[in-house]
């Protein structure tokens, strides 16, 4: 048996690197952007997000014999030394099982286990997700794996359990949206700022207001008073708006810190502020509702929120869609400001023209290194699973020559790992939505957002330096 990688099932990890705090990224969510969908931070996390959805599909494929599977999920402020005994004392019982081949693999990922936790002097502050063992690959061959890393974010949840597969259900857990919502409940009698995160409410702040009525007076009366009365309403917009920034945009980011807004209430007073000079243009951006409710204070909020479910449960849903209807926005007027496929996509990107790079999440396509056998010419192609199966993409259709594979990764792992050199940033799509299934189908599931106008074809001749691009069309 020999220690791998595990490169085709959709792990990445090397055990020689994956200690180093480069390989356990940490990022920390900021608010969306509605066109753009994220900016560098949360591009961050939706590629650690991504890349979890991968780690976990591939665990949950992995079956080994016996119960030489080991799980182990520490978090935040647990002691390297307690798992340490821990598996000292699981080793001791493991040496006395019955069957030998069973015992030496349980007793081999334990010893894995504990090699990996010495690189760690204590736990990292989301806590530490190790999963070894020896699992049995698609030819029937035994693999030793070991994947060790920090996740995105802290992971409540303490396991330790050896078995025929590895557990998932906590990985999975981190991957339940966490976005905080902002709700403003505005009614002729005060204002309310509350937030939703999960399915955890807080009231941040309420304040009453003791507007004048309208009344039967005429003549000049009536006049001065429906002045006062539209003073007091001015000043009471202009207050809400301010707590509004105050209460939502972080100020040490100048961003929002929450990933969307609804103005709620029982008169036209959640319009006004929607709809006025004085409330904060990047607060506007991130209306998600205006919703009528039958009440202010906290059974309005309580009734907003209930109004919103749909769309807070679809918030990504809705971000998706609107990134890609902008995208084909781009393509109706014919702005020239768009690329398509595998091959313009990468042409753009390496022109740095690529401001938005938008990838399909399941987008099937590996790219090779390869090496020309007689003229080691270096020469790079991106193919699918049907071209994959065609030899005669590994030879020179000129020669005849065998091309040799050096190096053979996700196209989508590539990009995750690279986009940050083109300068653009990255969004995984689903086909979920009518828009992403359009773009999956129609446009193979690849394409940007380009910063200026650009004519592809005309730049043709720029493929031609030893690179070799395979559109997947």
Avoid at 319 to 325: D, F
Wanted: aromatic fraction near 8%.
């Amino acid at each position: 048996m020999s220690e791998n990688k595990f490169d085709s099932k959709g792990f990445n990890h090397n055990p020689k690197t994956d200690s180093s705090p480069s390989c356990r990224r940490r990022s920390s969510s900021s608010s969306d952007n509605f066109v753009t969908m994220s900016d560098g931070q949360e591009t961050d996390k939706n590629i650690e997000i991504w890349k979890i959805k991968k780690l976990i599909k591939a665990l949950e494929a992995a079956r080994g014999n016996g119960t030489s599977m080991i799980s182990l999920i520490m978090p935040p402020r647990d002691q390297i030394s307690r798992v340490t005994k821990m598996l000292g004392d699981e080793f001791g019982t493991a040496s006395n099982i019955k069957s030998r081949v069973n015992r030496q693999s349980v007793l081999g990922a334990i010893t894995s286990a504990q090699q990996r936790l010495k690189l760690y002097n204590k736990v990292p502050p989301n806590g530490l997700v190790l999963y070894t063992g020896t699992i049995l690959t698609d030819d029937g061959k035994e693999k030793k794996v070991t994947i060790d890393f920090e996740p995105f974010k802290p992971i409540n949840a303490s396991l330790y359990l050896c078995d025929n597969k590895f557990h998932t259900e906590a990985l999975s857990e981190l991957l339940e949206s966490d976005d905080k919502f902002g709700f403003i409940v505005m009614d002729g009698n005060g204002t309310l700022f509350g937030t939703l995160s999960g399915n955890t409410r807080e009231v941040l702040h309420k304040f009453t207001v003791d507007l004048p009525k309208k009344h039967g007076r005429g003549g000049q009366s009536a006049l001065r008073f429906a002045r006062l009365r539209m003073e007091k309403r001015h000043n009471y917009v202009r207050k809400t708006a301010e707590l509004a920034t105050q209460f939502y945009i972080n100020p040490a980011t100048s961003q929002p810190n929450v990933s969307g807004l609804i103005l709620a209430g029982s008169a036209d007073f959640k319009t006004e502020l929607s709809q006025s000079d004085m409330f904060d243009p990047r607060l506007q951006a991130k209306i998600l509702n205006v919703v009528d409710v039958s009440y202010g204070g906290e059974n309005g909020f309580n009734q907003a929120i209930e109004l919103s479910s749909e769309i807070l449960a679809n918030v990504k849903f809705i971000q998706e869609k609107r990134l890609i209807g902008k995208y084909f926005e781009e393509i109706s007027q014919d702005t020239g400001k768009y690329v398509f496929g595998v091959e313009d996509t990468l042409k753009s990107l390496e022109m740095g023209a690529v401001e938005i790079l938008i990838v399909w999440e399941n987008l099937d396509i590996n790219r090779y290194v390869l090496k020309h056998s007689a003229t080691s010419e270096i020469i790079i192609k991106h193919l699918n699973k049907e071209q994959e199966a065609d030899q005669s993409n590994f030879r020179d259709p000129e020669t005849n020559a065998e091309l040799e594979v050096q190096e053979k990764t996700s196209l989508l792992e590539w990009f995750a790992n690279e986009y940050k050199k083109f300068g653009c940033t990255l969004e995984f799509v689903t086909n979920k939505s009518q828009e992403g299934s359009q773009f999956c189908r129609g446009f193979g599931g690849i394409g940007g957002i380009l910063r200026y106008q650009l004519d592809i074809r005309s730049f043709d001749d720029l493929s031609d330096d030893g690179e070799n691009y395979d559109s997947d069309e």
